[in-house]
């Protein structure tokens, strides 16, 4: 594969800014998109940490990337355990002295294509929503924020996350008022959702009515994106969310309109967007930048 990325009418080639000592984290790589995109990040020569919270599948990942001439580093790391996520934040910070990319994918959903379960709702929160913002939140002291290059986070989000899915008018303007809205509000939300699943209410309460527990927890991660981009802004981290749309993984059965590789090659020209044009509280829905306040 050519080394460069492929221009592209939409999403083009950013210009070459990083270098070997560019560390990026990929959270849930070891197979799917994430694997993918550490593949592609290799490829353009960026020091790469490869994590999975399954030790085996992610050693097996690192080797068949050296085995391809793609050497990554290997890490294990469970989002949805604190305890793993502290354990990595000292590894990293050991190994590699700190990141500039984080490329938070690692999540889990328990539904079928046309089925809505919201029995492992807890499950799906946690990972989805409560575990980048942990990492995040650990990992904020080892973004080096340098002003030449500027770190950068990109959450790998989904449509389904956003806010005209959501039906109860009080939690759509909640999410709407960026003056009201905060990290407590938003997770009172998440509290209240999860109180509606156990009292079996929530299909009446207004909740998004497809993949319930994935899309709340989309929403939650996207809500929260815009409110750390805004905390973030002119300290040298922005901080943006990725749609990769309808993607052939394991998460999809292996259906979709698109292959890991081709989701990975676009969200790497966005985790890799120069400086100069790197924009931060922004949702991308393939390679359409949106404004939060205008979904």
């Not at 379960?117 to 980048?132: C, D, K, L």
């Not at 005209?164 to 509000?185: C, G």
């Not at 749309?245 to 966005?270: C, D, N």
């Not at 924009?279 to 205008?294: Q, R, V």
Request: aromatic share 8%; net charge positive.
């Amino acid at each position: 594969m050519d080394k460069d990325l492929k221009g592209s009418a939409i999403c083009p080639s950013p210009a070459r800014w990083w270098s070997k000592e560019t560390v990026a984290v990929v959270t849930g790589a070891n197979k799917g998109i994430g694997f993918a995109l550490v593949k592609r990040l290799a490829e353009l020569g960026l020091t790469v940490v490869l994590t999975s919270r399954d030790v085996g599948k992610g050693k097996a990942a690192v080797e068949s990337l050296d085995g391809q001439g793609l050497h990554v580093a290997f890490c294990h790391l469970d989002v949805a355990e604190p305890s793993s996520i502290v354990t990595f934040a000292v590894w990293l910070k050991q190994r590699f002295g700190g990141l500039d990319i984080l490329i938070n994918n690692a999540a889990v959903s328990f539904n079928e294509i046309d089925t809505n379960s919201v029995e492992h709702a807890e499950t799906v929160i946690r990972t989805n929503f409560y575990g980048p913002k942990m990492l995040i939140e650990s990992l904020l002291p080892l973004f080096r924020r340098s002003t030449a290059t500027s770190s950068r986070v990109l959450n790998i989000s989904s449509q389904l996350g956003l806010l005209n899915k959501v039906r109860n008018p009080a939690l759509k303007e909640l999410l709407r008022d960026e003056e009201i809205l905060t990290v407590a509000a938003l997770e009172r939300m998440v509290s209240q959702f999860l109180h509606h699943v156990k009292m079996g209410t929530w299909r009446e309460e207004g909740w998004p009515t497809v993949w319930t527990d994935y899309s709340v927890s989309k929403l939650a991660l996207n809500a929260y994106s815009r409110l750390l981009a805004k905390q973030q802004e002119g300290r040298g981290l922005s901080v943006n969310c990725f749609c990769p749309g309808f993607t052939r993984t394991s998460m999809t059965r292996g259906r979709g309109r698109r292959s890991p590789e081709e989701a990975a090659e676009v969200g790497a020209r966005l985790a890799l967007l120069p400086p100069r044009q790197l924009p931060t509280g922004k949702f991308f829905k393939w390679c359409t930048p949106s404004l939060y306040s205008k979904l």
